[in-house]
């Protein structure tokens, strides 16, 4: 496999999670990104905890899917997420104006 294929194998993996996301966003009530992962979900419980002097947030979701190209199941009940870097929830609601791009717009 060359390098160009290679390439190309992961644009095409890319474009199709992108179409997943765009299919399956309007199912989840919450948009979470990690320093590592970004997340559709249901259900987030977030807490900020200290050890040793240092903070860091145990993130539990359910009802979620997982914005990773390498994983073959996208959907998991139930998640824990340990970070110790900033945690972003957003609260989607079903008046948002999210407008994705078509396929042929990519």
């Known amino acids: 496999m060359s390098a160009?294929?290679?390439?190309?194998?992961?644009?095409?993996?890319?474009l199709q999670?992108?179409?997943?996301?765009r299919d399956v966003?309007?199912?989840?009530s919450y948009v979470v990104e990690t320093e590592r992962r970004f997340y559709l979900a249901?259900?987030?419980d977030l807490?900020?905890?200290?050890?040793?002097?240092?903070?860091y947030f145990d993130l539990t979701l359910q009802d979620a899917w997982v914005?990773?190209?390498y994983r073959s199941a996208r959907f998991v009940k139930?998640?824990?997420?340990?970070?110790?870097?900033d945690v972003n929830v957003e609260e989607l609601t079903p008046n948002d104006d999210?407008?994705?791009?078509k396929p042929d717009e990519l």
Request: charged fraction near 30%; charge should be negative; glycine fraction near 4%.
């Open 4 to 14: 160009e294929d290679l390439e190309n194998y992961e644009t095409d993996m890319e």
């Open 17 to 21: 999670l992108y179409r997943e996301y």
């Open 25 to 28: 966003v309007g199912l989840f």
């Open 42 to 44: 249901n259900h987030v």
């Open 47 to 55: 807490q900020a905890r200290s050890a040793d002097g240092e903070i």
């Open 67 to 69: 914005w990773d190209v």
């Open 78 to 85: 139930s998640v824990r997420v340990i970070t110790f870097k």
């Open 98 to 101: 999210l407008t994705l791009p």
